[in-house]
Antibody, heavy 119, light 107 residues
Framework: EVQLVESGGGLVQPGRSLKLSCAAS????????MAWVRQAPKKGLEWVATISTSGSRTYYPDSVKGRFTISRDNAKSSLYLQMNSLKSEDTATYYCARGLGPAGYFDFWGPGTMVTVSS | DIQMTQSPSSLPASLGERVTISCRASQGISNNLNWYQQKPDGTIKPLIY???NLQSGVPSRFSGSGSGTDYSLTISSLEPEDFAMYYC?????????FGAGTKLELK
């Protein structure tokens, strides 16, 4: 059974950093693109980052480019999101998702982890 | 970026009713259109990929259609567990973008 479980969310002050993790199981992790998608409170879904199977290619929207870094450890079947210079508008639930290709159809999602950026 | 416009934003409906949710792209997306369901607890379930292909395990009362810029999700006969939020998403080009969502609620 495919499982994705995020961790690392919490309350953080503006300008600080936070690192999210996603533990994957039930499939060959290294064969799939992986992504982060977020949802601000009472808002819709927003794609945040995608990483290729080997980790050699990464993709970001302008809203997080230069502040967020997606990475993966295929030996540990784990996905990460390093978030720096956090802003209040980064407050959201962050979902880890398995992607079929770079731009995604996201065919499995984790339950999400909440990040609150506030002083 | 390709903008995705969903309608309606809210859809009151009754058990057993047939409903359709629409999604329009700001430019042609060549059937690269996917649908997701989100329950009130935040759980996101993929439903349909590439316009009309059902994700494994999704009931056959769900169907998708469309072409060019206009796509739709139809539920043929509403069950209690279908009342949720629905999002469309295009993966024709970067960045992947989502519609604003349709809240399917019990009338």
């Amino acid at each position: 059974e495919v499982q994705l479980v995020e961790s690392g969310g919490g309350l953080v002050q503006p300008g600080r950093s936070l690192k999210l993790s996603c533990a994957a199981s039930g499939f060959t992790f290294s064969n799939y693109y992986m992504a982060w998608v977020r949802q601000a409170p009472k808002k819709g879904l927003e794609w945040v980052a995608t990483i290729s199977t080997s980790g050699s290619r990464t993709y970001y929207p302008d809203s997080v480019k230069g502040r967020f870094t997606i990475s993966r450890d295929n030996a540990k079947s784990s996905l990460y999101l390093q978030m720096n210079s956090l802003k209040s508008e980064d407050t959201a639930t962050y979902y880890c998702a398995r992607g079929l290709g770079p731009a995604g159809y996201f065919d499995f999602w984790g339950p999400g982890t909440m990040v609150t950026v506030s002083s | 970026d390709i903008q995705m416009t969903q309608s309606p934003s809210s859809l009151p409906a009754s058990l057993g009713e047939r409903v359709t949710i629409s999604c329009r792209a700001s430019q042609g997306i060549s059937n690269n259109l996917n649908w997701y369901q989100q329950k009130p607890d935040g759980t996101i379930k993929p439903l349909i990929y590439y316009t009309s292909n059902l994700q494994s395990g999704v009931p056959s009362r769900f169907s998708g259609s469309g072409s060019g810029t206009d796509y739709s999700l139809t539920i043929s006969s509403l069950e209690p567990e279908d009342f949720a939020m629905y999002y469309c998403q295009q993966d024709a080009s970067f960045p992947p973008t989502f519609g604003a969502g349709t809240k399917l609620e019990l009338k």
